[in-house]
């Protein structure tokens, strides 16, 4: 049998098995699904070099499936982060109820990720962008609480994305008579697509909503924020990227080795699109920057950096260059992996003190240090501070906005990333900095099954900061398959068009150096006799705190800062779209006022109508 | 191994003039402020003192891993960066015999997120303490910062895109050649750097991160003896490294340690002198700051540098 | 015996004037012998269908008079489709409520005939080849859909039927009128007859007669502004009726409407007004259920609603939009006979029906609310449930003829159907509060029933060309209408 | 010539069958009370029925019944179809009306009225 179909099966069946094993059991369907999970990695990892494909028919349609280098670069961040996640999972979901329908959805969303990704054909991708949809939404919804503010608006703006790409598809095949993916590329490079840019925006669409790109964002904070940490790891760190996934193929493939750029209207619209979308993201990059650093629960605060960082992304891809397209890749598989173990962290927390409510929590660090350890490493990854990999992908990236002139988008790009610092420290000085309160004192670190996944995580952040080339020989290949052509890379110097480069392998080396340095000198001088300290034992400017004085600092933590960007703050794009929404709702309403009621009114309706259709008619027909 | 041995000496002695020209800087400055308000003031070695005195008393506090390692942030940032910026300008011959350095080309974008290390650690060793007014400090630096970093990055902006480089050392070649300093060149992207500057060096009317008078000393308020010395040796190599940068770009580099001297210290004289007229701004009216003229003076700069 | 179509409309007739007397010997067979009608149908549906492989159609002659001067059945692929769906729609409905009314057994035996009457006179409807006698079918559905809409005495079901009745009056009273005009015009009343003369009208009568009809049937196809009857009726019938009306008895309406429109006329230009209909229904439909609180009525707009889509998708006309059309029926006879069985267990207890009172029901029901869930998952069209594919052909035929607007327009809604049925999963499995409503476990046959319906619902989703064979022989027979005639009017017209 | 028996009945008839449908659309429209609703409904359908009886009907025409004698009867026969259709028209006009009635008396029973707008428990 077909490797690709047999991972598929696995994983739908594993997805069956896990909901029926809860009849027997709650705690099984956590290890069916971990053991499923492994089958297909084992199963893909074992096959993936070779040359794969599948094609069959059903209903006249003719479905493919195949692996390529692009294909394979996703499918590392979803079986490695399907893999990790799901052995976090077994522990993190311990005592919940109800775990056959999330350890089902969960299977069913990573099977049908990579779905996804080996689908060549318009039809399987977006059944299986669909089921991708559906499962991810059970899962939102699953914990069944503020279901109308959580899963409506996520289900609404999946539909319309989903909806535009299938406008999108079936315009395709009227117009070439073929679902295929390959085909499609091969009539834009015969230019015999005559609405192509329509396709390609509408294709956009549905993509972007996936990317939570501005203005389609509005679902991705409430539904990333109710899920269980264990699957929003895997729906911020590799479902999203899924839209990434299409951007790249739509913005890549067809906008800009089309070979039509010779065609003056194709592409004057094309780099428009390109720059709005570009534009877009830096939009989304700093609003969601800005609402992130005023949440109070770290899972939502996540979730807007999550949106923030897709922003920077979308950014890579729409500029286009090699660079960009490399840095917007690589950010895309440090965000799964960064993302993936944040979540982790965050609910590692919220499993052993039941919060993620920052204003409730303080003064983890010494209870679960681990989890701040893990939590650390990640944010550092993220602010994009050397030497870890989140450096190397915000360098590429900035280089590749500057080289190609595109200098208030860097500016932008920059604002938000330093803004991001605030967030990164309000989300370690929330959870595990500041004082250690009494109530959580009895908290002990996560269990090991959920530790080292995070670990795990936080190693590669290490590695891959000084030897990036680990992951740019994936991204190199899928950037051919793109349509690239003698794509350069580096184990660990990073370099751009202009020549100028970074040696990673110094840098951390030199900080390495310094470091221990300082450790030395810190640690043995006047070691002897040293005492560790209590949070409480401080001296505000030398008055000795008393007993029950309130230490904790979490309340309002930038206010100056919101301050200063008011104006920011003041158009919320969820209310716009609430009050949209509200507003149809009352138009609908008026609409449905015609049925009054009265049965007289509706014989007036028929003898009215048909009159009408009398008079109509006999003109048209 | 001659080569390394030889760098290594150069990165050593780098640290050290880095180190005893920013700590004479901080003298000077607490020396004439306190003439300017009319006070006798401490010598201009004062801060030596200070560090010598805390360097010497034994620490007994350990508040943490993050309070511990705060402190070795600020240093091994403030030492890497130095690493990475050419203090002299690659002609000079002091470059080729005694500052050899590690540099490769000074990479901007890089310098920019190597610089904010530091802080990030700094920010942690304090949040590790529990002590709420070094939170409240941490926060206002870094609101401050998303205030400054605008103008700044703006200004560094105009620089990369006109001469198509983010090499430190192309930027100083470029001066050398056209013999025209970027401030005159590019005279609004450096009046924006220079903004951003007074944010940078938290002189007033930017020091309510800070605070002297309230917050007992903001983020550094639990921290003291080898701790504050290492943090003050870091903050004092970072003074230098901000001025150094700042001369490289913007006045052409120095070819030797006495006119590297000379334009630092004339750079340094700016934010002080403005700090001797202002009063104190709130974090929300020190943003809006920067985000007013500065900003336009820095998106002005990049307009003019793409035409 | 030989089987004939002649069997659905006679046995069905006997039995019900048998039930009575036959319950009188013991008071179960007026249950179980509506059974046994009902799986006859089966039977025959398949053996009928079965021996449609050899031959094109089956046309059944009744009391000798050959067509077009006597009355005759015609049994064609499409025309089977849709019989094999309503009978077996039927007798999902007879076992599902098979235990009805279990103590009280007049109001059953009331129930069984009227139900067997239903579905007979839509069968009957789709049967016939001879225009009055639809209309004869067409009354015998509406009678006794207006006596069981108002079945409850307890409920307002009597005001809904008296407005049903009073629009349906005029239904007939138009389709007798247009009837009644062709027979002056023509002198026949066989409808492939009626194809053949057709040209022998005048124009602007032939628009009057088709303006009639497509009213006439419009009622009972729910076309908008027709409609005002069909949500109470559908909130007011006894729950397994919502099924019969969405699964079977709209499914007539649209197969009279169909039929003028394909065979009878031949006029040009159709398309688009039933585009229009169609576009505007689906519209109205939509944008009524996303306000409603009453559970049954947002399913009966949304059943509108999809009627209007089938409506757009006959307008377009092209094969596969009339593949489309098909598909969309088969599938929301299905999904909307789940989705009203599961409903009314989820409603059983409530007073008010309305969807608020669903809060947490999932704790209560867990299988009715898979099976409703499953259900809207699938009438929205989502992969890998059947409703997609229809959905997916139905757009590539607007795709085809070029209507990107259109299909604008049909996801847009598709948007708003997404939006109000999840709202309602959304209260069902809620967590934040529970009902206090004491719910009724559902017995073991419709518990079979949603099941049976659930599986089916996922295996065309996985895969379609199970009945895709079937669906593509209904269109082809529908499109073919020369072939229609040829074959009705074979053996005899000595011309 | 004009103005003879025949064509007066027939104009008559003609007249009166779209007067009763007339009449009958009236009441159904304008009418509250709901028994006249359902008379005017039967107004409609008698109206329809008297229609159709009088296409069918041919001047001077004969049974439409092969007998004997009457051989060439089929020049000259009333058409019988209508007369069949009508048949079983009125008895399906018939089922309704008895149905409708029923109907406005649970109406009554339930609502206490007869009026038609003042039954709208069901709407929207």
Redesign the interface.
């Known amino acids: 049998m077909n490797t690709l179909a047999l991972i598929i099966l696995i994983f739908f069946s594993g997805a069956t098995l896990a909901y029926l094993s809860s009849l027997i059991s709650n705690k099984l369907p956590g290890w069916v699904a971990l053991l499923t999970t492994m089958t297909g990695t084992v199963l893909f990892y074992m096959s993936f070099q070779n040359e794969q494909a599948l094609s069959f028919s059903i209903i006249g349609l003719n479905l493919e499936w195949a692996l390529d280098n692009y294909t394979i670069l996703f499918a590392h961040i979803i079986f490695g982060l399907g893999i990790l996640a799901s052995l976090y999972s077994v522990q993190y979901m311990q005592n919940k109820s109800q775990q056959g329908s999330f350890y089902a959805n969960f299977l069913l969303s990573i099977g049908s990720m990579f779905g996804i990704i080996i689908s060549k054909d318009f039809i399987s991708f977006f059944i299986f962008w669909e089921i991708m949809t559906w499962s991810s939404f059970l899962i939102v919804v699953w914990n069944g609480i503020g279901f109308r503010k959580n899963g409506i608006w996520y289900m609404a703006m999946s539909a319309i994305g989903a909806y535009a790409m299938l406008t999108a598809i079936v315009l395709i095949n009227s117009e070439i008579g073929t679902y295929s993916l390959q085909a499609f590329f091969n009539a834009v490079q015969e230019n015999a697509i005559d609405n192509l840019m329509l396709v390609s925006i509408l294709l956009l669409i549905g993509f972007a909503v996936k990317a939570a790109l501005m203005p389609l964002h509005i679902w991705a904070p409430r539904a990333y924020s109710n899920t269980p940490a264990s699957y929003t790891s895997v729906f911020s760190g590799a479902l999203s990227k899924m839209g990434v996934f299409g951007m790249g193929l739509v913005l890549i493939r067809v906008f800009r080795f089309s070979g039509l750029q010779d065609n003056f209207d194709y592409a004057l619209v094309s780099q428009f699109t390109s720059h709005v979308l570009a534009w877009l993201g830096g939009i989304t990059a700093a609003i969601a920057t800005l609402y992130a650093l005023v949440q109070k629960d770290a899972k939502k605060l996540l979730a807007y950096s999550s949106i923030a960082q897709l922003g920077y992304i979308v950014i890579g891809l729409a500029i286009g260059t090699k660079l960009a397209v490399m840095s917007a890749l690589f950010l895309a598989i440090m965000h799964a992996v960064f993302k993936g173990a944040l979540f982790m962290a965050v609910g590692a927390v919220e499993r052993q003190v039941g919060t993620t409510d920052m204003t409730k929590i303080s003064g983890l660090i010494r209870r679960m240090p681990w989890t701040f350890f893990v939590t650390l490493v990640s944010i550092i990854a993220l602010a994009g501070v050397p030497p870890l990999s989140g450096f190397v992908g915000k360098w590429m990236l900035y280089e590749a906005l500057i080289t190609n002139g595109n200098f208030f988008l860097v500016v932008v790009v920059f604002f938000s990333s330093t803004a991001a610092f605030l967030y990164s420290y309000r989300i370690l000085f929330g959870l595990f900095l500041g004082q250690e309160e009494d109530d959580t004192a009895h908290v002990k670190e996560a269990p090991a099954t959920m530790v080292i996944p995070m670990v795990i995580l936080a190693l590669f952040l290490i590695v891959t900061g000084t030897y990036p080339g680990i992951v740019f020989e994936p991204i190199a290949h899928g950037m051919e398959y793109l349509g690239f052509t003698d794509v350069t890379w580096n184990m660990t110097v990073l370099s751009n068009v202009w020549g100028d480069s970074v040696n990673l392998q110094y840098v951390s080396t030199t900080i390495g150096v310094a470091f221990m340095l300082a450790l030395i000198f810190l640690t043995f001088k006047g070691r002897k006799g040293t005492r560790g300290v209590s949070t409480k034992d401080i001296s505000t400017s030398g008055e000795i705190p008393l007993e029950h004085e309130n230490l904790t600092f979490q309340l309002d933590f930038f206010k100056p800062f919101e301050r200063a960007a008011a104006p920011l703050y003041k158009r919320s794009i969820t209310k716009i779209y609430e009050d949209v929404a509200n507003g149809l709702e009352a138009l609908f309403d008026f609409t449905?006022?015609i049925?009054?009621?009265?049965?007289?009114t509706y014989?007036?309706y028929v003898?009215a109508f048909l009159v009408t259709l009398l008079i109509v008619v006999q003109n048209m027909l | 191994m001659e080569g390394i041995g030889l760098k290594i000496l150069g990165a050593l002695l780098t640290t050290i003039m880095a180190f005893a020209v920013g700590m004479t800087y901080g003298g000077i400055t607490r020396k004439l402020t306190a003439r300017v308000q009319n006070r006798v003031g401490p010598t201009i070695w004062q801060n030596f003192i200070d560090l010598v005195k805390l360097q010497s008393k034994k620490t007994n506090i350990y508040h943490g891993v993050m309070g511990h390692f705060a402190p070795m942030w600020i240093i091994t940032a403030a030492m890497t960066v130095l690493m990475f910026i050419p203090v002299l300008h690659p002609n000079s011959t002091w470059y080729s015999t005694w500052f050899p350095n590690l540099t490769f080309h000074g990479d901007l974008i890089f310098l920019l997120y190597m610089m904010v290390f530091g802080s990030l650690g700094m920010a942690l060793g304090a949040g590790q303490t529990g002590n709420p007014n070094s939170a409240i400090g941490v926060t206002r630096g870094l609101s401050q910062m998303v205030g400054f970093e605008i103008p700044f990055v703006l200004a560094l902006v105009a620089l990369m895109v006109q001469y198509k480089t983010t090499s430190i050392q192309d930027i100083m070649a470029i001066q050398d050649q056209s013999g025209v300093w970027m401030m005159f060149s590019n005279p609004f992207s450096f009046l924006a750097a220079l903004f951003a500057s007074l944010g940078m060096f938290r002189y007033s009317p930017f020091d309510i991160v800070g605070a002297p008078a309230e917050l007992a000393s903001g983020p550094v308020s639990e921290f003291g003896g080898k701790y504050l010395g290492v943090m003050m040796t870091g903050g004092s190599i970072f003074a230098f490294i901000k001025l150094t940068l700042y001369v490289d770009l913007f006045m052409g580099g120095a070819y030797s340690i006495p006119e590297l001297l000379i334009k630092t210290f004339a750079l340094y004289m700016v934010p002080v002198f403005y700090g001797w007229v202002s009063p104190r701004y709130r974090t929300e009216q020190a943003i809006r700051y920067f985000w007013g003229w500065p900003t336009a003076l820095g998106i002005l700069g990049v307009i003019i540098a793409v035409w | 015996m030989n089987i004939s179509p002649v069997h659905y409309i006679a046995l069905p007739l006997l039995a019900a004037f048998l039930i009575p007397l036959l319950s009188k010997l013991h008071k179960e067979l007026a249950r179980i012998v509506p059974g046994l009608v009902f799986l006859y149908f089966l039977v025959i549906s398949v053996v009928l269908m079965q021996r449609l492989e050899t031959q094109p159609m089956i046309s059944e002659v009744i009391a000798g008079w050959s067509a077009p001067w006597g009355i005759n059945l015609v049994f064609t692929p499409f025309s089977g489709f849709l019989v094999s769906l309503m009978s077996f729609i039927g007798f999902l409905v007879w076992v599902y409520s098979y235990h009805f009314k279990k103590i009280d057994y007049m109001p059953a035996q009331k129930y069984f005939i009227l139900l067997m009457m239903l579905v007979t006179g839509s069968i009957g409807i789709v049967l016939t080849g001879d225009i009055?006698n639809l209309f004869?079918f067409l009354?015998i559905v509406?009678?006794s859909a207006?006596?069981l809409t108002?079945f409850y005495?307890g409920r307002?079901?009597?005001?809904?039927?008296?407005?049903y009745?009073?629009v349906?009056?005029?239904a007939?009273?138009l389709i007798?009128?247009a009837?009644?005009i062709l027979?002056?015009q023509t002198?026949t009343?066989n409808m492939a007859d009626l194809a053949v003369k057709m040209h022998e009208v005048p124009h602007y009568l032939k628009v009057i007669i088709f303006v009639l009809f497509l009213v006439g049937f419009g009622i009972e196809a729910e076309m908008f502004p027709l409609n005002g009857w069909a949500?109470?009726a559908y909130?007011?019938a006894p729950g397994p009726i919502g099924a019969v009306f969405a699964g079977i008895v709209v499914k007539g309406g649209i197969y009279a409407l169909v039929r003028v429109v394909y065979t009878i006329f031949d006029l040009s230009g159709v398309g688009t007004i039933l585009i229009a209909l169609g576009l505007v229904t689906m519209i109205i439909a939509e944008l009524?259920a996303l306000?409603?609180d009453n559970l049954k009525r947002m399913l009966a707009y949304s059943s509108i609603g999809q009627m209007g889509v089938v409506l757009i998708a006959f307008g377009i006309g092209t094969d596969t939009a009339i593949f489309a059309a098909l598909f969309l029926m088969l599938n929301h006879a299905l999904i909307k006979s789940m989705l009203f069985f599961s409903a009314s267990y989820l409603l059983y207890n409530s007073t008010t029906k309305t969807i608020k009172e669903l809060t947490g029901m999932a704790k209560h029901l867990p299988f009715v609310s898979f099976i409703f869930a499953l259900g809207a998952f699938a009438i929205v069209g989502l992969p890998p449930f059947s409703g997609f594919w229809s959905k997916l052909y139905f757009l590539m035929a607007a795709a085809d003829a070029q209507m990107v607007l259109l299909i604008i327009t049909v996801l847009s809604v598709s948007v708003i159907e997404i939006i109000y049925y999840f709202r309602v999963i959304g209260k069902i499995y809620s967590k934040d509060e529970t009902s206090e409503l004491e719910p009724k476990k559902p017995t073991i046959n419709s518990v079979l029933v949603m099941t049976v319906l659930g599986a089916l619902i996922i295996i065309i989703g996985v895969y379609p060309d199970l009945v895709t064979d079937w669906i593509h022989h209904a269109s082809d027979a529908l499109v073919n209408k020369s072939n229609y005639i040829q074959n009705v009017l074979t053996e005899n017209l000595p011309r | 010539m004009d103005f003879d028996f025949q064509n007066i009945v027939t104009i008559s008839v003609y007249g009166s069958a779209i007067a009763l449908?007339l009449i009958g659309?009236y009441a159904?429209?304008i009418k509250?009370h709901?028994i006249k609703?359902v008379i005017g409904?039967s107004l409609?359908?008698a109206g329809?029925h008297l229609?159709?009886v009088a296409?069918g009907y041919i001047n001077n025409g004969t049974a439409p019944i092969f007998s004997p004698g009457y051989e060439d009867a089929a020049t000259n026969m009333v058409?019988p179809?209508?007369q069949a259709?009508v048949l079983?028209?009125i008895v399906?006009g018939f089922?309704?009306t008895a149905?409708?009635l029923s109907?406005?008396i649970?109406?009554y029973k339930?609502?206490g009225t007869v009026r038609?707008?003042e039954?709208?428990?069901?709407?929207?």
């Not at chain 1, 049925?595 to 007289?600: A, C, K």
């Not at chain 3, 307002?156 to 407005?163: I, L, N, S, T, V």
Request: hydrophobic share 55%; net charge positive.
């Open positions: 449905r006022k049925y009054t009621g009265n049965g007289q014989a007036i003898v | 009055f004869v009354e509406a009678i207006y006596s108002a005495p307002d079901g009597a005001e809904a039927a008296f407005k009745l009073l349906g009056s005029f007939s009273a007798l009128l009837i009644v027979y002056t002198g009343l949500p109470d909130s007011q009524a306000r409603q | 449908i659309i159904v429209l509250k709901l609703i409904m409609v359908d329809l229609l159709f296409i058409d179809v209508p259709l079983t028209a399906i089922a309704v149905v409708a109907l406005v649970r109406l339930h609502h038609i707008d039954i709208k428990s069901l709407k929207w």
